[in-house]
């Protein structure tokens, strides 16, 4: 288990959809991890004062953003909080495969980017 508790940043634009799913995520990974699920952030525009406020550990972004957008909102992060750990989860998963496969994709990745 980690020392301290991870504070995470999400980007959704649907914020209740990115606090259960987020909140599914933290409970299955409790044993290992303890992350705070801190704010989320519905527009683009927001994100780097979010960022400045909350100075988070973790940034996720959610699948509805393309990947130009979650590549500029990835930057945003980088440029706010260095040494911020990023994470973009494939646009459009949400729509194909439902919220159970984007918990278990962000439990899939989670080990290897808190580990990098």
């Known amino acids: 288990m980690t020392d301290q508790p991870l ?6 634009t649907a914020p209740e959809r990115a606090k259960r799913l987020i909140g599914r995520v933290v409970e ?3 044993v290992q991890y303890t992350i705070v699920h801190a704010a989320n952030v519905e527009r683009i525009e927001d994100v780097r004062s979010t960022l400045e406020k909350e100075q988070p550990d973790l940034l996720f972004t ?3 953003w393309t ?4 590549q500029e909102i990835v930057i945003i992060a980088q440029d706010t909080v260095p040494g911020i750990k990023t994470f973009s989860i494939p646009y459009g998963l949400q729509v194909e495969k439902g919220p159970d496969a984007i918990v278990e994709y962000i ?3 989670l080990p290897s980017l808190l580990a990098a």
């Open 7 to 12: 504070k995470l940043v999400t980007v959704n």
């Open 28 to 30: 299955d990974v409790k």
């Open 62 to 64: 959610a699948s509805m």
């Open 67 to 70: 990947p130009e957008q979650a």
């Open 107 to 109: 439990e899939a990745h």
